[in-house]
């Protein structure tokens, strides 16, 4: 079975676009959105778009605690809907999740040490867990449990423009990144009266770097 994994979108719809064009192209089975999908400057596309692909929803933290951006644009029952999502989900032997199986908004990135994976893995019985939460694409194997980061589509800190995403057949996993028009997105994006509007423009024009982001979320852990 081969699984388009989509996580923090962000309402980043340009980018959303972009990658389901791709996903159509590889002939996925399924789609994974894997959380915080709605928290951007087009939050309703970004649901409606994915639902009507019939989506696996995963509860992300942004989902969960929405903004008052969100609450304004969300009609009551789309806000129903993310409110009862999942905070994991299996597929095809697969465990998905936003930030951990334990929380939706657990830290695990690339730098974390191996206890930490170690704590957050410990009742998983699947081989292969995706998560996303931190943006940034990772593997990392601890004593035999596999975590993948499947990266973010619509507010990525890879240190290169993009959208990433994965794609997951049984226990490979493949990290995409999908280029799209960043300058038309950016122009779509400042029209739409969106409050994080700056910050998400700069983040997609200049992103910060795999350790940067992960420096800075490890900087959270208490």
């Known amino acids: 079975m081969r699984v388009a994994a989509l996580y923090d979108v962000h309402g980043n719809l340009p980018a959303l676009e972009a990658v389901l064009a791709e996903v159509d192209a590889a002939g996925v089975d399924a789609i994974v959105c894997g959380g915080d999908v709605a928290a951007g400057p087009f939050p309703v596309e970004c649901l409606e778009l994915l639902r009507a692909?019939?989506?696996?929803?995963?509860?992300?933290?942004?989902?969960?605690?929405?903004?008052?951006?969100?609450?304004?644009?969300?009609?009551?029952?789309?806000?129903?809907?993310?409110a009862e999502l999942p905070h994991v989900g299996s597929l095809d032997g697969v465990l998905y999740c936003h930030g951990s199986?334990?929380?939706?908004?657990?830290?695990?990135?690339?730098?974390?040490?191996?206890?930490?994976?170690?704590?957050?893995?410990?009742?998983?019985?699947a081989k292969l867990v995706v998560g996303g939460h931190t943006h940034v694409q990772f593997?990392?194997?601890?004593?035999?449990?596999?975590?993948?980061n499947a990266g973010s589509v619509g507010m990525p800190y890879e240190g290169r423009p993009g959208a990433f995403w994965a794609l997951v057949s049984d226990e490979l996993v493949e990290l995409r990144r999908t280029p799209y028009a960043l300058d038309a997105a950016v122009a779509a994006i400042r029209a739409t009266g969106y409050p994080g509007t700056d910050d998400l423009c700069s983040t997609l024009l200049d992103p910060e770097s795999p350790d940067e982001a992960s420096a800075y979320f490890e900087s959270l852990v208490s």
């Open 139 to 148: 593997e990392r194997d601890v004593d035999g449990a596999r975590f993948v």
């Open 53 to 82: 692909r019939e989506a696996v929803f995963i509860r992300g933290n942004a989902d969960r605690e929405l903004s008052p951006w969100l609450l304004e644009q969300l009609s009551p029952a789309e806000r129903g809907f993310l």
């Open 101 to 125: 199986p334990r929380s939706d908004d657990e830290i695990l990135t690339r730098v974390s040490p191996d206890e930490r994976f170690r704590a957050a893995l410990a009742a998983v019985e």
